[in-house]
């Protein structure tokens, strides 16, 4: 009858398996990663959308300042896509300090005509501090013409800002 116990090699043969397959599932998982290897996986940047979305504007603002402090500033770019107009008003106002200002002027922009008010609102604020003067006749149609009062109430300062810039 042979013995039923693994020598040292056997169990050494054992963890060098497990230890492939171990390596061979990371090894897979990266390669779902976006981005180089010091990327968060998308699944992460989900949950720092979910973050932006938070009713809790201590939750959702905090959330930003770390993106935006860390350079993961793409985050906030993919939150202005979400369906969440919580997500996208908060993305939209930390656009603002986002490294890549042109990138974030032209976004700004095209959420001026989004549906949801507050999103507006958060574009045109944000806009004081990546807009360009040639912005400014977009921005004064908005005044006059917005539907939320905010909207048209926010439009002066930021002008006052893009000029004074």
Not at 46 to 73: F, K, M, N, P, Y
Not at 114 to 137: C, F, K, N, Q, T
Request: neutral net charge.
């Amino acid at each position: 009858m042979a013995s039923r116990t693994l020598s040292i090699e056997g169990w050494l043969y054992l963890f060098t398996l497990a230890l492939v397959a171990v390596v061979l599932g990371v090894m897979g998982h990266l390669s779902r990663c976006r981005g180089p290897l010091s990327a968060a996986p998308r699944f992460e940047d989900d949950r720092l959308v979910d973050l932006l979305a938070h009713g809790d504007i201590e939750t959702s603002h905090g959330a930003a300042r770390q993106l935006i402090e860390s350079g993961r500033s793409n985050v906030i770019f993919r939150a202005v896509r979400d369906d969440r107009d919580s997500a996208r008003a908060t993305a939209a106002k930390f656009l603002r300090h986002a490294a890549d200002r042109r990138l974030a002027r032209l976004v700004l922009l095209r959420l001026l005509r989004d549906e949801d008010d507050h999103v507006r609102l958060s574009s045109v604020w944000a806009l004081g501090g990546v807009g360009e003067p040639r912005d400014i006749p977009l921005l004064e149609a908005l005044a006059r013409d917005d539907a939320f009062f905010n909207v048209r109430a926010a439009v002066p300062e930021t002008i006052t800002e893009i000029r004074e810039r």
